[in-house]
């Protein structure tokens, strides 16, 4: 018998009940869109950096595809919450999840239609337009996909059901951009910056036709299942203007907050600095052609990356081998490098001051969250009327806890590149940077796939042998995936030692959340802080590390979240969704404070290797949240690590009834 539901008062039963057993027909048609949402990504990795060519932008113009993404996630959620405040029913509850996910889908297939008018139409605005349809439409089937995973089994395993759909959403993504490439360009091989550039649109309108048909032919799966159940509440949830008025103002806010790191890129100084980049474009490509012009054409090569990630030293003693070829052209190459130091001289003046105040305005977003979100609760605390979900103290620090997630998630990779040219590590190029990268994605596709077996209605013996293959076949796969790229995978092979140490977190956490939670997030912070203390190879695995304990922290963060809010878990849901906006801050926090260390050192490289504090911070916080939260829920009477036969399952009657009906 469920209890009355108050934030005090979890949906928990005491009986002798049978743990739900799991919809496995329903959790295959979902999971089969979680691998569509990984698979059609993959198409911005190709998006992004056409426009930044075709359309001439500069690295944070072309950025602005993520933005939109992300601040898209936050808009969806808030407008749904919107709807459910001033409609009485959440919208994802009034549809149910399967219609939710439908109706997502149909709604991204809309963004790729837009996309494919904006490419035609050579409108970059109409681009981000249609990019950021297409993320509302995820933001939809996301908010309904979470909860409608926990639902179809025991909540108590619903952290593995997620991690399933997860693990297979990475591996759309590890395989999506081979696929792509082959559609688009005939090879397996990796995309290059040069194949990138020399699309035309009529390849990218079909790149998006095919993406919205797979939204078309997902929608249709998902619609046309009979094994999928409608998922539709039938409960009314209750006014939360508080809660309301709260995330307005936290909205105003953050707007406020991210005005001045926008118009500052119409700056005096920001005009300044392009147009010195721009002369320094121009001198580079004299100094290129005068290059050419004195090497064998065997080596034009090795003349068009001249002055790429090279220090001074290396850039003069190679001008001066050339000299004695033709002293002419490389005196006049002397003089353009000499010109360009001037104005990298004077760039590094206007940019320092520039980039502090975006600085400092990014740290003023994230401080605007926390400090609605810790305001609201504690208010909320004292009169719970008027708050909804915001009055449980586990949905709150959950809301921070996906958007410190998100960011580290993102930001970790976002810096690596630039990390992995400094001479500390190895000097490699941004060409040869991709198996590192991919490695990382594929660590979070690792974990994941990891995180899922508790799914299965495994022996324990079986159960523990498979914890130990699937972490080892999935880096095979991982290693697999980059060899058929044609990129060199040897450095990989040493990061199987990482994967043994997940293998072993994930035995000692024995499928407990906050148990999970606490000990991946203090691995997390662990490598981060080997990464900062240390250099090379070593440091870079450490930092790479970051996706395998990353992997498993969404579904454990949502399920500890939504855990006794019953009529509420779908606008929890939605206030997690919202979150996502993480992404969009923490990462170029991380960026701007690199920017600013670098500018107090002399020493090259120390700028991007101490940011990686900011990830040490997020995964701090992390840390904290798994130990607090299952105090929080212990109070309330839920307690996920000492379940047994004596307790039920999380109920979700009558306050969250959920209809079982199929379509």
């Not at 709807?83 to 149910?96: E, P």
């Not at 995820?138 to 059901?161: C, V, Y």
């Not at 009657?653 to 009906?661: C, D, L, S």
Request: charged share 10%; with cysteine.
């Amino acid at each position: 018998m469920a209890t009355s539901m108050g934030p005090n008062k979890p949906a928990i039963a005491r009986t002798n009940a049978q743990p739900i057993p799991t919809n496995y027909g329903a959790l295959t048609t979902l999971v089969t869109v979680f691998f569509f949402w990984g698979f059609i990504a993959a198409g911005n990795s190709i998006f992004i950096p056409f426009c930044k060519h075709y359309f001439h932008l500069d690295q944070f113009q072309s950025q602005l595809v993520d933005f939109a993404f992300y601040t898209a996630y936050y808009f969806g959620a808030l407008g749904l919450y919107l709807y459910g405040a001033f409609g009485g029913l959440d919208l994802v509850a009034k549809w149910g999840y399967k219609k939710s996910i439908v109706y997502g889908l149909l709604f991204s297939a809309l963004g790729a239609v837009a996309m494919i008018v904006a490419v035609n139409a050579n409108a970059f605005a109409g681009m981000l337009v249609g990019l950021f349809i297409v993320a509302l439409g995820f933001s939809l089937q996301q908010t309904a996909a979470q909860p409608f995973a926990i639902s179809l089994g025991d909540p108590a395993t619903g952290t593995g059901r997620v991690n399933l759909g997860g693990g297979v959403n990475s591996f759309g993504t590890m395989i999506g951009p081979i696929v792509v490439a082959f559609a688009l360009f005939g090879t397996t091989a990796a995309v290059s910056d040069e194949k990138i550039q020399s699309l035309g649109l009529s390849k990218v309108i079909v790149l998006y036709v095919c993406v919205g048909i797979l939204f078309i032919a997902a929608a249709a799966l998902f619609y046309f299942s009979k094994k999928v159940p409608a998922g539709i509440s039938t409960e009314k949830q209750e006014k939360s203007s508080k809660a309301l008025t709260a995330l307005l103002v936290m909205t105003g806010l953050l707007i406020i907050m991210f005005a001045p790191v926008f118009s500052s890129y119409n700056s005096k100084e920001a005009k300044r600095i392009e147009t010195l980049e721009k002369e320094t474009g121009d001198e580079n490509t004299k100094a290129v052609a005068l290059l050419q012009s004195t090497v064998a054409p065997a080596d034009s090569v090795f003349a068009k990356s001249f002055f790429a990630d090279k220090s001074d030293a290396v850039i003069n003693k190679q001008l001066d081998s050339l000299n004695q070829i033709n002293p002419a052209n490389i005196a006049a190459v002397k003089t353009i490098k000499s010109g360009n130091d001037a104005r990298a001289a004077e760039i590094a003046t206007l940019k320092h001051p520039l980039e502090q105040k975006r600085m400092y305005w990014l740290f003023g977003a994230l401080a605007v969250v926390v400090i609605t979100l810790l305001f609201s609760n504690a208010s909320a605390q004292r009169n719970p009327a008027g708050w909804g979900a915001m009055q449980y103290p586990q949905l709150v620090l959950g809301m921070i806890g996906i958007l410190v997630y998100v960011g580290v998630e993102v930001t970790i990779v976002s810096n690596i590149s630039e990390l992995l040219k400094q001479p500390a590590f190895g000097s490699i190029p941004s060409s040869q940077a991709a198996p590192y990268i991919s490695l990382y994605w594929g660590s979070l596709m690792i974990g994941r796939w990891a995180g899922s077996v508790s799914v299965f209605n495994l022996k324990p013996s079986t159960k523990q042998l498979m914890t130990i293959l699937v972490p080892i076949i999935a880096f095979g796969i991982v290693v697999a995936v980059n060899a058929i790229s044609q990129y060199d995978v040897r450095p990989l092979y040493l990061y199987i030692v990482c994967v043994l140490v997940q293998i072993v977190a994930f035995y000692i956490s024995k499928d407990k959340p906050a148990r999970t939670l606490l000990i991946f997030a203090s691995l997390g912070m662990l490598a981060m802080l080997i990464g900062l203390f240390s250099t090379g190879n070593f440091a870079i695995y450490a930092f790479l590390s970051g996706g395998l304990f990353c992997s498993i922290m969404w579904p454990a963060i949502f399920t500890l979240s939504v855990t006794g809010l019953g009529k509420y878990t779908t606008q929890g849901s939605a206030f997690l969704i919202m979150m996502i906006l993480g992404g969009g801050i923490i990462p170029p926090i991380q960026g701007k404070l690199a920017d600013f260390l670098q500018s107090r050192s002399t020493e090259v490289g120390t700028g991007i290797h101490q940011s990686y504090w900011v990830p040490v911070v997020c995964f701090a916080y992390l840390a904290f949240f798994a130990f607090a939260v299952k105090g929080i829920l212990k109070r309330q009477g839920i307690n996920y690590e000492e379940i047994d036969e004596t307790i039920s399952p999380l109920s979700t009657e009558p306050e969250a009834a959920i209809e079982i009906t199929k379509n």
